[in-house]
């Protein structure tokens, strides 16, 4: 980002008065959006300063991005209500709606797709074929909270007898889905899960993550989840409702724009965003329960 300093605000430096609303008097309006880290923090932030100025621009107000270091530290950020918009993924949202006053309005579309699939990957030439053959292997999950890098993979193993606390030789939480990616292609991990965005391997975070064709040949998935809500925005209800509307209307915009859907791919490889509601995520619950994570439990681990 030539010429501009990336405004990154962190959690500790949210005072707890932020103005929320567009019409409130006083300093000029704040609206504080939270982003949760699907690949490296900074990078994140990076790719986030651009709808950070569009939504400056449109709404006239002040913006605020918050990237946490993981995925629970945006719930936590809504749940301490120092946030009032934020992007989350399924797994995250599930947790958010349990333990914040938060209304999922929009949810991702990639070609017009509303949903997903996580990918248990590994090396070319591992030898590793099915799911039963991760036996006494070392695995890469993602971020905790991350659906597609720790929950369904969870329930996928359940449903097929396999136990990884048990069942494989050593468990590695690499923090996102680049890094996962990259522990694989390196071997530092005999396989890992992740996401992809289609089952015929053509568009999925090995793709987008490694650049080189012949590094992508070396990752191959052996298994693929049932789909997947997509990815969410999330309104606290504590922000102004026409504020909110307002914010909910740019993000279809974007939708439409050529130039807006590539600021949203650069951000997380989504094409755009259409209407949604709570009752979309019933799978994701479910999936929690299969895996045997508990909400609560999730939380409370980031907090010790």
Known sequence: MAGKRLRLVWLSLFPLALLSCAGSKGPRAVLRVGFVPSENVQQVAQNAQPIVEILERKLGVEVQPFVATDYTGVVEALRADKLDIAFLSPASYVLAKNEADVKVVLKSHRKGLPYYYAAIITHSDSGIRTLRDLRNKTFAFGDPLSTTGHVFPKKMFKENGIDPTKDFKNILYSGGHDATVLAVLNRKVDAGATFANFTDGKDAAWIQYLKNP??????????????????????????DPGLAKKVQDIFLELSQDPAGRQKLRDLYQIDGFVSASDQDYDSVREAFKIAGINLQEALSKRRK
């Open 214 to 239: 012949e590094e992508q040949k070396k990752i191959r998935a052996i298994a693929y989840s049932e789909p997947i809500p997509a990815d969410n925005l999330v309104i606290s209800s504590h922000t």
